[in-house]
């Protein structure tokens, strides 16, 4: 087979890949009493660890959203309660979610990619499997399911802080008054907008870690190879992350 061939044939075995890693992922899944340790370890590397830069990131971006959809809507014949009508289902469908998965995708991908890099480029994965113990079931399957349920937590902490920073920069700035934009806020607000973004983020908390884990994991070539799949995973995630976020408001809009 011709260089060109395999270089057409790349992605297709990449993913080809990814679907065989997650296959033995799922079918791991029987052993996660085993890994309890790990998945508690690794929901406070993910989770706990990673609220201070979700909560500044949300609460700039509740406070930037408020700030231009004031000036976006300077009129007369407007009232000022729309702009928290306009802002809580904007945070709420997209920017809670999509703000936090790619800080994620940036700081835990990135570490997740790092780590089974290096486990790889070491051999240490290696010595696992000579062992007998399961390498998918120790090493990915606790990140996948820690970024499973620690992200939902995530994009509920965020869309708390960035809607909170939203009210306190409308009113202190005088754009809207708290009472006002709360109101605009609970007239227009649906409950499925809060179900979808909570989806979403089960979503996302899946794509970033099962990405991650696959960028490590088939990690070759060193401290370079390290180094090029940690960026790897950091921007496909997001690239991913992207994707996903489009089918789901196509599908489910």
């Given at each position: 087979m011709s260089a060109n061939t395999i270089r057409v044939l790349e992605p297709f075995i990449a993913l080809g890949r990814f679907f065989l890693l997650l296959a033995r992922a799922f079918r791991s899944l029987r052993e996660v009493a085993r890994y309890w340790k790990n998945i508690f370890e690794q929901m406070v590397h993910i989770g706990i660890e990673s609220i201070p830069i979700v909560a500044l990131a949300a609460l700039f971006s509740g406070a930037v959203t408020t700030v231009q959809t004031a000036h976006q809507l300077v009129s007369p014949f407007i009232p000022v309660s729309i702009i928290g009508a306009v802002?809580?289902?904007?945070?709420?469908?997209?920017?809670?979610?999509?703000?936090?998965?790619?800080?994620?995708?940036?700081?835990?991908?990135?570490?997740?990619?790092a780590e089974l890099g290096t486990m790889r480029v070491t051999e240490q994965i290696d010595a696992l499997e000579a062992m007998g113990l399961n390498s998918v079931g120790y090493l990915i399957v606790p990140r996948v399911v820690a970024g499973v349920l620690m992200f939902p937590v995530l994009y509920v902490v965020a869309c708390v802080v960035a809607i909170g920073g939203g009210i306190f920069v409308g009113h202190y700035t005088g754009e809207v008054p708290?009472?006002?934009?709360?109101?605009?806020?609970?007239?227009?607000?649906?409950?499925?907008?809060?179900?979808?973004?909570?989806?979403?983020?089960?979503?996302?908390?899946?794509?970033?870690t099962a990405v991650s884990c696959y960028k490590g994991y088939y990690t070759r070539g060193g401290a370079e190879g390290v180094g090029r799949a940690t960026t790897e995973a950091a921007v496909t995630s997001c690239v991913y992350l992207l994707l996903a976020d489009l089918v789901l408001a196509a599908t489910l809009l």
């Open positions: 802002v809580v289902p904007s945070v709420v469908l997209e920017l809670g979610a999509v703000v936090t998965g790619f800080l994620l995708a940036g700081r835990v991908g990135a570490r997740i990619a708290a009472g006002e934009f709360i109101a605009g806020a609970r007239e227009f607000f649906r409950p499925f907008d809060a179900t979808f973004g909570l989806l979403k983020s089960l979503v996302f908390g899946f794509v970033i």
